[in-house]
């Protein structure tokens, strides 16, 4: 795996980091410093990329299928050093379960019978505390609004939660919602769940969205 900044004068790529391949399944820091003078420029940007085993026509390989990285939280910011290894951020870790039970989708048709049977009693959502200090979700909101048009938009306040340093945890949101049924053939439900938390949180993090269509 590479990392590569743009020369901004010469506009060509520039190799500033590499990793070899292993077995591990962990996740490492790495903090690389943006501090020449050709890259702290308008239009500086930066790249992965990896090198991958691959087979030929005659003798196909699947060592392709091990050549593959994760990468996660890319953070980029002025002022930091070689050792700032907190992210002070809350934040949603997974997708919003389905808004139906027993089902994930259902026809509007069937659901228009009886909204109330297939609609799940909570949703749940799932967040971590990246901070190394006790962080505070002051609120944690489940809205959802309908379209085209046929109710306002709902919202549900699960309360305010203390998330441990370095702690994951789950919220199972009831749903409360009333659905009504019109002449139309489809609905349109957008789902949100929003993290309310300090105001140096990174703000992209706390908002997730889920949206069934009924048809």
């Known amino acids: 795996l590479l990392l590569q900044f743009l020369n901004t004068e010469t506009r060509a790529w520039e190799t500033v980091w590499f990793a070899e391949g292993s077995g591990s399944n962990e ?60 992210f002070r951020d809350l934040a949603f870790t997974s997708p919003l379960s389905s808004l139906f039970e027993p089902y994930s989708a259902i026809p509007y048709s069937q659901f228009a019978e009886n909204p109330e049977k297939f609609t799940a009693p909570s949703v749940k959502v799932s967040y971590k505390n990246n901070d190394k200090s006790l962080r505070l979700i002051d609120s944690l909101k489940l809205s959802v609004v309908a379209y085209p048009d046929i109710l306002d938009e709902q919202t549900v306040n699960a309360g305010s939660y203390n998330v441990p340093a370095g702690a994951s945890g789950t919220a199972n949101i009831a749903t409360g919602f009333t659905f009504e049924a019109n002449e139309a053939d489809s609905l349109v439900l957008e789902m949100k769940a929003r993290l309310v938390t300090a105001d140096f949180d990174p703000v992209r993090n706390n908002s997730i969205t889920r949206t069934h269509t009924l048809s």
């Open 27 to 86: 996740f490492k820091l790495v903090i690389i410093p943006v501090d020449k003078a050709q890259y702290l420029q308008k239009g500086f940007q930066f790249r992965f990329f990896n090198y991958v085993s691959l087979g030929s026509y005659l003798y196909p390989d699947l060592a392709i299928n091990v050549d593959q990285w994760m990468i996660d939280l890319v953070y980029l910011d002025k002022n930091r050093t070689a050792d700032d290894d907190n």
